[in-house]
């Protein structure tokens, strides 16, 4: 039978448009210094370990007359060097033109007919410091037969190591009969293919229709003169431009709360957004009486004794949150979050935060790229935000011997939604990835700043300490 897409993967394809994007993106900032990893030492590095993500150099293709859904087929044109690219900062380059640079690419959706990822090697940071930018499609890593390619990048040593290339070639690509000829195969050996065809065809159909009536819909309301109905000061309708925002905290206050106040540390994460939310939308003099909570879908892990263990052993689930933004009270806000995580932990199917930092390979791009794909079809079900955290290794991971000091999760924006927030923890540190559409969150920046404020607030009621400074922290700048 042939890799043909499932109707979850060709569900995320559909929701993509210019202005909604479905690319998981990742941003890592390396520590060089002994180790030469440069743009040529990155090329040979994803040449030697592609063949263990063999999706990275396939390409969707339809199938004439929509007989079945799109197949996965080597590309015979595939290039490593037109997928891992060169760019640079104007040296000494700071954090705020990475994170312009970074916005400006992930704001490009990907070409559909090549493969879906691209990789950024960026120069000129100052310190001698370099970025690399991954962006990969949701459709591609489903945690189960592909993971994420940065994955396979990363090694817990120094020590550069050469897994060995293979001698790849692409398989000969079928005529158009035979792509047809192999969807009436599949059909033959998996009936169920021919209701999968039949559904998505059908969102397709369904997907044109409701944007043709949504249209049409605010086209009356402009005609009658009436106002649209009030909506969530994060929802809106999206541009094709991205804000994104980073923000580097410690580890070791997130457990200083949790020591004093109970709960997880991903309890102390969510808190912290939900104060993050509230102090932003107190500095835009927004009505904190009509926004009393918003509501958020937050993919946690849970146990699945079904999964083999090239799934990761977990699967990915969404669990709904009220972030409490009205509430004035640090520490209420974090019991509030903490209770309602209460049940999925005594169902006992939690999965423990050192059993997902053990895994090997730094799972941590995996999860987010499902955690992302999960929000995506949640989405319609009143969530109005994703939160994804996912507690990576703490212990330091190299690239070609090259050190990580800094990863940023970037994820897409759902159609309506005008913000996302990842959170990856490593190394003793916890990092944010805020996502905003450039026009409807103009101030993200300041959501980054209400961050370190709302831990530094948590933080007091513990201890009375103020938060410590990471080694090579960079205060987020108004200015984007």
Known sequence: MS??????DLAILGLESPTSPMHNATVEVFDPAGSGFDHERLLELIADRISFVPRYRQRLQTVPGRLANPLWLDDPHFELAYHVR?????????????????????SRPLDRDRPLWEVYFVEGLADGRVAVLSKSHLAMVDGVETVELGQVMLDTSSDARTLGRDDWRPSRPPSPLGLVLTALDDVVHDPRLVLDTVRGNAAGVWRSAGAVTARAGRVAEALANRRPAPVSPIAGELSRQRRVVTVRTDLADYRTIREAHGGTVNDVILATVAGALRGWLMTRAES????????????????????EATSLGTQIAAHWVELPVGEPSAVVRLHQVSYSFQAHKEAGRGV????????????????HAIGSRVAAEELGRGSQLNVTNVPGPQSPLHAAGARMLETYPVHPLQ?????????????????????????????????????TEALAELLDTASGARPRVPRGRRKTSRKS
């Open 288 to 307: 904190l009486g009509g926004v009393r909570r918003i509501r958020a879908v937050v993919p946690v892990s849970v146990i699945d004794e079904d999964l």
């Open 3 to 8: 890799d043909r897409l499932r109707p979850r």
């Open 86 to 106: 060169r760019s640079a900062l104007p040296r000494p380059g700071t954090m705020d033109q990475l994170r312009e640079l970074v916005s400006r690419i992930v």
């Open 352 to 367: 423990a935060a050192n059993r997902l930092a053990g895994i090997a390979g730094f799972a941590p791009a995996t999860f």
């Open 415 to 451: 159609p309506g939604h005008a913000l996302a927030i990842g959170v990856t923890s490593y190394d003793g540190s916890v990092f944010y990835g805020i996502t905003a559409d450039r026009d409807l969150l103009p101030d993200a920046d300041v959501l980054g700043q209400c961050v």
